[in-house]
């Protein structure tokens, strides 16, 4: 099991990019949570077995269409307590 906390920047807000964050972190069985930050970076906690929380943060290098992902800045994190993967509202 990993978890990791993710930092998005480019162009990631008003482009789906949380909605599809949590379609394909579903999809791959993840926990955690992703929304959207102040300064226009999104920001999100991916929670599950290693391999799926590897795909996701590939995924995240691309993102959804009208995106520009710049980097990707991760860190090490402790797993959620919730069982599901929310959109949350920003700070």
């Known amino acids: 099991m990993k978890s990791v906390h993710v930092i998005i920047s480019g162009r990631v807000q008003g482009v789906w990019f949380r909605a599809w964050t949590q379609k394909k972190a579903m999809a791959l069985g993840l926990t955690g949570w992703v929304k959207n930050r ?43 307590e919730s069982s599901e993967f929310s959109l949350l509202r920003p700070d």
């Open 38 to 80: 102040p300064d226009g970076k999104v920001e999100a906690l991916f929670s599950g077995p290693t391999d799926q929380v590897e795909t996701m943060l590939k995924n995240c290098q691309k993102g959804p269409p009208l995106a520009r992902v710049d980097s990707i800045e991760q860190s090490p994190a402790d797993a959620p």
